[in-house]
């Protein structure tokens, strides 16, 4: 589940929305992606700072059995905005990868790297992602969670719907969300189309 914010006019201010994760259940694996929205605080000058950046969290369960997952062993990817652009921004048949080190700038870095790779389908039909997970050279764990996502559901060109949450893991719907109130305007009406837009 994400929590997301929006604007009512009611209230005159931020409020919450609850959104699910879009699932997609396989035989080897089931994957998840939701966004999780940007964290802010106040500064005494009244602006915004950013503490922490909004993500497209992954979330890979292994397969335990027919139509059976194993919730214990699910593995997490987090992709910033920049990778997300990068996912959104690929051509017919081109792939990518990206590399994460969960630890990184504590005393724990290097010990465990995460990799995940998407790479299409030769026909066109979908892609293949692939999420591995290596611990240090002192522990011989390594996992690996593949599933096979098809994106022909609609006929479109999107990846994974993943262009629509980019403006929310970036933080900017707080900022467009803020309607001016000047006498030769009618925040009112605006708002109420905003509302409408949501509830499609």
Same mark, same amino acid.
């Given at each position: *589940?994400?929590? *997301?914010?929006?604007?009512?006019?009611?209230?005159?201010?931020?409020?919450?929305?609850?959104?699910?994760?879009?699932?997609?259940?396989?035989?080897?694996?089931?994957?998840?992606?939701?966004?999780?929205?940007?964290?802010?605080?106040?500064? $005494?000058?009244?602006?915004?700072?950013? $503490?922490?950046?909004?993500?497209? +969290?992954?979330?890979? /369960?292994?397969?335990?059995?027919?139509?059976?997952?194993?919730?214990?062993?699910?593995?997490?990817?987090?992709?910033?905005? /920049?990778?997300?652009?990068?996912?959104?921004?690929?051509?017919?048949?081109?792939?990518?990868?990206?590399? @994460? $080190?969960?630890? +990184?700038?504590?005393?724990?870095?290097?010990?465990?790297?995460?990799?995940?790779?998407?790479?299409? @389908?030769?026909?066109?039909?979908?892609?293949?992602?692939?999420?591995?997970?290596?611990?240090?050279?002192?522990?011989?764990?390594?996992?690996?969670?593949?599933?096979?996502?098809?994106?022909?559901?609609?006929?479109?060109?999107?990846?994974? /719907?993943?262009?629509?949450?980019?403006? @929310?893991? *970036?933080?900017?719907?707080?900022?467009?969300?803020?309607?001016?109130?000047?006498?030769?305007?009618?925040?009112?009406?605006?708002?109420?189309?905003?509302?409408?837009?949501?509830?499609?």
């Amino acid at each position: *589940m994400a929590l *997301m914010f929006f604007y009512s006019e009611s209230s005159g201010k931020f409020e919450n929305r609850i959104y699910a994760d879009y699932c997609i259940y396989k035989g080897k694996a089931a994957l998840s992606a939701g966004p999780a929205p940007p964290k802010f605080s106040k500064l $005494d000058s009244g602006g915004l700072k950013v $503490d922490r950046c909004g993500t497209i +969290m992954l979330t890979f /369960t292994p397969a335990s059995g027919e139509r059976k997952y194993d919730w214990e062993k699910k593995q997490k990817f987090a992709l910033s905005p /920049t990778e997300v652009g990068s996912l959104i921004s690929l051509k017919a048949l081109e792939s990518c990868e990206f590399f @994460h $080190d969960p630890a +990184m700038k504590s005393s724990n870095a290097g010990q465990v790297r995460k990799s995940l790779s998407v790479k299409p @389908h030769a026909d066109g039909s979908g892609y293949f992602i692939s999420l591995s997970k290596q611990e240090s050279e002192d522990v011989t764990l390594n996992t690996s969670f593949e599933t096979s996502v098809v994106n022909n559901i609609q006929k479109t060109n999107e990846r994974f /719907t993943v262009p629509f949450a980019l403006p @929310h893991i *970036m933080g900017w719907d707080r900022y467009t969300n803020q309607l001016p109130k000047s006498a030769g305007e009618n925040p009112s009406k605006g708002v109420s189309q905003l509302d409408l837009e949501w509830d499609r």
